[in-house]
């Protein structure tokens, strides 16, 4: 289980400030690009890395003479992940073991679909041992699995025998989902999105409205506070979100999410954690300065920031927001992609990434997935694998170790270290870098 408030480090740590004017050029905009980008880099170096020291002694204690040692990265702390409703939904799914072999290539993160009109269309009739396959595999493969969504008031939140019931009686029922849901999934499941677009979709109790129209923060607060609570008494160490779109995109969104949260925070709510829908507007190119702004305000709560929706797209529509022009070809598609994941990684206050859609076959936006209709890789999943097994993954080979030791600066994760002594003999050993540990280790070669 990973404790995301040891991940997220103070945000006084190298924040960029981004009181720059607006891009009035094309030359312009590049620049403020490389300036936020310059600065997110080097977040990436200073607090997604690690000081680490092995040393390896022989029998008698001295220091063992070893002919080579190879560190390799096995696993990152950050998480990199992709609804993984294809092997959910679909009773025969398409090409289903190359689906999994590209999935397992990039990610170590898988949301589940937990939308209550899907999972219990049938009133006392879940669909839980629909998931358990998938669930198992990614266990297998180190695979972290999340849940989407306990609570959300949009149509797909609400099964439609919730409507031969009372307000009450709803929310008896909604209470008793959440309990059930995550209480049953603990072990298996320990991460949520508890409450679903807050600020964006009507309250519970109003059947005469648009679903999807701005709420005022004090609308939904007393159902998101006890959605949480009923989450939390289920699973105290579960992992639970509060997620919401337009909050890049619009400041008055964001500052109505802002004002919800600080209200819920105020009341002693337990939430884990603040998702961050990245696809709305659908088109748009969000300004790096805009995302940056929003990582800041929202990382003042001193709360996890998850990136929850990804969709960048290839479907050839115009770009819109104004930060960029063009067409969504497919290098744009990636040059935005290896844009959004790097001021992510390179901010301090977020710990997930997670894309919504693997394959353009079952893309909700045209063309949006990282791998096209037959599952052949995209330029998009080419720069993700990159940023993922090379630009942010630590590799090194030592020869011939002065006194044993091996002294390196690594990405927060898993490693395997394979030692080969003078004689030929080799052995391997595993470790774990971790934030705010010593990450300090000494093998005895038997």
């Known amino acids: 289980m990973f404790d995301f408030r040891k991940l997220s480090l103070p945000i006084s740590i190298l924040l960029f400030q981004s009181a720059l004017p607006a891009a009035e050029t094309p030359a312009e905009t590049l620049r403020v690009e490389a300036e936020i980008l310059g600065q997110a880099k080097a977040n990436i170096e200073k607090m997604r890395k690690g000081d680490a020291e092995i040393v390896f002694t022989a029998v008698d204690g001295k220091p063992a003479r070893l002919a080579r040692v190879e560190v390799e990265q096995t696993g990152s702390d950050f998480l990199v992940g992709c609804i993984i409703f294809d092997l959910v939904r679909d009773e025969s799914p398409f090409r289903a073991e190359r689906f999994k072999e590209r999935f397992k290539e990039l990610f170590n993160f898988a949301v589940f679909p937990f939308y209550w009109a899907g999972y219990e269309d049938v009133q006392g009739m879940t669909r839980w041992r629909e998931m358990m396959p998938a669930l198992e595999w990614c266990r297998a493969n180190g695979i972290t699995a999340k849940g989407h969504p306990l609570v959300w008031t949009a149509p797909s939140g609400k099964p439609d025998w919730l ?201 909700w936006l045209p063309e949006g997935g990282l791998i096209d209709d037959n599952y052949r890789p995209k330029p998009v999943y080419e720069r993700m694998r990159k940023l993922l097994h090379e630009d942010f993954r630590t590799s090194l080979t030592v020869d011939n170790p002065e006194a044993g030791k091996v002294s390196f600066r690594g990405f927060f994760g898993a490693y395997r270290v394979t030692v080969t002594d003078r004689d030929g003999r080799v052995k391997a050993y595993e470790l774990h870098l971790r934030r705010d540990e010593e990450n300090h280790w000494k093998f005895r070669l038997d």
């Open 163 to 363: 409507a031969n019931y009372s307000v009450p009686e709803q929310l008896q029922f909604l209470e008793s989902r959440v309990k059930n849901v995550v209480g049953g999934c603990a072990g298996r499941i320990e991460i949520w999105d508890v409450f679903n677009e807050a600020v964006n979709t009507r309250a519970w109790d109003d059947t005469t409205g648009d679903t999807w129209r701005p709420v005022p923060p004090a609308t939904n607060a007393d159902l998101v506070e006890k959605a949480f609570r009923w989450a939390h008494r289920a699973n105290p160490a579960a992992t639970l979100i509060l997620n919401d779109y337009y909050v890049i995109a619009k400041e008055d969104t964001r500052e109505r999410f802002y004002q919800l949260v600080k209200e819920l925070l105020r009341r002693g709510t337990p939430i884990s954690g603040l998702g961050i829908q990245a696809h709305e507007p659908r088109q748009e190119w969000y300004p790096p300065r805009e995302v940056w702004k929003t990582f800041d305000r929202l990382g003042e709560f001193g709360l996890p920031l998850h990136i929850t929706e990804f969709t960048p797209q290839s479907s050839g529509k115009p770009i819109t927001g104004g930060w960029r022009t063009g067409e969504w070809d497919r290098e744009l598609q990636a040059d935005f992609t290896q844009q959004m994941f790097t001021l992510a990684f390179g901010h301090p206050a977020v710990v997930s990434f997670n894309f919504w859609g693997l394959s353009d076959r079952n893309s």
